[in-house]
């Protein structure tokens, strides 16, 4: 199977997974993609591939942004607000290595998350509630 080919086929998979998931596995899967794609947006920026560097970079945004969005403010209380920080500081900072470069800031932003994905994974799904939801 060509890389083309198999890139298809991963989509598929993940788009197939996603669309049978509960809120609580999604959100985990929004963070471990965020995770795999600060790790090619890291590996771009050390091969010097701009273009690719900044695409990725932009989709780990995009993850930040979505899950900024399932925030629910009037049930999470502080902890809701927190991770609103923290997703906000994440954007900032990868919007900052982007410019600049800064290998070490895109580890900054893995350590942050994948602590918001340990903490996730213990999360009994039973106690997870998305905007939106009743």
């Known amino acids: 199977m060509n890389n083309e080919g198999l890139g298809a086929y991963q989509h598929s998979q993940n788009h197939a997974q ?8 999604l959100i985990q899967m929004l ?30 945004i995009d ?7 399932v925030l629910d403010e009037d049930k999470g209380g502080e902890v809701t607000q927190e991770l609103f920080r923290l997703y906000d500081y994440c954007g900032r900072r990868l919007f900052e290595c982007n410019i600049s470069n800064d290998v070490e800031g895109l580890d900054e932003v893995s350590r942050l998350i994948n602590e918001i ?11 997870v509630q998305v905007a939106g939801e009743d």
């Not at 995770?35 to 900044?54: C, H």
């Not at 996730?120 to 039973?126: A, H, S």
């Open 31 to 60: 963070l471990e993609g965020l995770l795999e794609n600060v790790g090619r947006a890291r590996g771009f920026m050390e091969r010097g591939q701009i273009a690719d560097k900044g695409m990725m970079i932009s989709k780990c």
């Open 18 to 25: 996603a669309a049978s998931a509960s809120p609580h596995r």
């Open 63 to 69: 993850i930040l942004n979505g899950l900024s969005s």
């Open 117 to 127: 994905l340990e903490g996730w994974v213990v999360l009994k799904p039973d106690r």
